[in-house]
């Protein structure tokens, strides 16, 4: 189980920007080719922006062709939630982060083998974590 972190929007305010503010916590999406995740390959752990909560390894992405980074699967179980999002006239599944219920983009059945998913996340909802290099988690 992820422990929780809780703040107000005053809070998520001052410690983001506007941008990943509109994402993160106002459910946006970035523009497709614009994030800096896009056809990138290096090794390491991609984190939550907004809380650092480890989210994917850098293994499980891949190119999916939609303009946003795409991954097979999370890095565990309990890293993300998923929530029905009917917005836009359609009928989607929202993957937030399990720590800080930030939105990071849409999970679909669409994806490569083994698990036939693909998790669309908008590059600024990450940070990359080099591989080798501890991962700190955002404190209250």
Request: proline share 10%; hydrophobic share 30%; with cysteine.
């Amino acid at each position: 189980m992820v422990d929780k972190l809780i703040l107000s929007e005053e809070e998520w305010k001052k410690r983001l920007t506007p941008e990943e503010y509109y994402v993160l916590r106002q459910a946006g999406t970035e523009r497709p080719w614009t994030g800096c995740f896009v056809g990138t390959s290096e090794p390491g752990t991609y984190v939550c922006r907004a809380c650092g909560n480890p989210l994917f390894r850098s293994g499980e992405k891949f190119e999916s062709g939609t303009g946003w980074p795409s991954f097979t699967q999370p890095i565990s179980p309990d890293a993300l939630t998923e929530h029905e999002d009917r917005s836009y006239g359609m009928i989607r599944t929202e993957v937030r982060c399990a720590r800080c219920d930030s939105h990071l983009g849409h999970v679909f059945p669409d994806g490569p083998p083994p698990t036939g998913l693909r998790y669309c996340i908008n590059s600024i909802a990450l940070k990359h974590v080099p591989e080798g290099q501890p991962i700190p988690l955002v404190k209250e």
